[in-house]
């Protein structure tokens, strides 16, 4: 197999027209962790992302609603190449 190199500029709307599926597929894996927890959207009082894409604008605008304007928080930072998305049910 020969490997070839992409090197382009997107603009915003690009990259996130070209994300909405994988974020789209992410909440839906989500909704059934949750469900399998057996925990609600608001049972949840904090949802946490960290690295990679999840500094994307539009991303952590899907997340808010998905939680229903639950705010993401973004307060941990780690290396570029790691993405996380965790939730933190209210005790």
């Given at each position: 197999?020969?490997?070839?190199?992409l090197?382009?500029?997107v603009n915003?709307?690009?990259?996130?027209?070209?994300?909405?599926?994988?974020?789209?597929?992410?909440?839906k894996?989500?909704?059934?962790?949750?469900?399998?927890?057996?925990?609600?959207?608001?049972?949840?009082?904090?949802?946490?992302?960290?690295?990679?894409?999840?500094?994307?604008?539009?991303?952590?605008?899907?997340?808010?609603?998905?939680?229903?304007?639950?705010?993401p928080?973004r307060?941990?930072?780690?290396?570029?190449?790691?993405?996380?998305?965790?939730?933190?049910?209210?005790?």
């Amino acid at each position: 197999m020969r490997l070839l190199h992409l090197n382009m500029t997107v603009n915003r709307k690009t990259l996130e027209e070209l994300t909405r599926h994988l974020i789209d597929r992410t909440l839906k894996i989500s909704e059934n962790c949750l469900k399998k927890a057996g925990l609600t959207r608001e049972d949840l009082n904090d949802v946490l992302l960290v690295g990679g894409q999840t500094c994307m604008p539009f991303l952590g605008d899907r997340v808010s609603n998905f939680l229903d304007d639950l705010p993401p928080n973004r307060s941990i930072r780690m290396k570029p190449s790691r993405s996380v998305l965790a939730f933190r049910p209210t005790p």
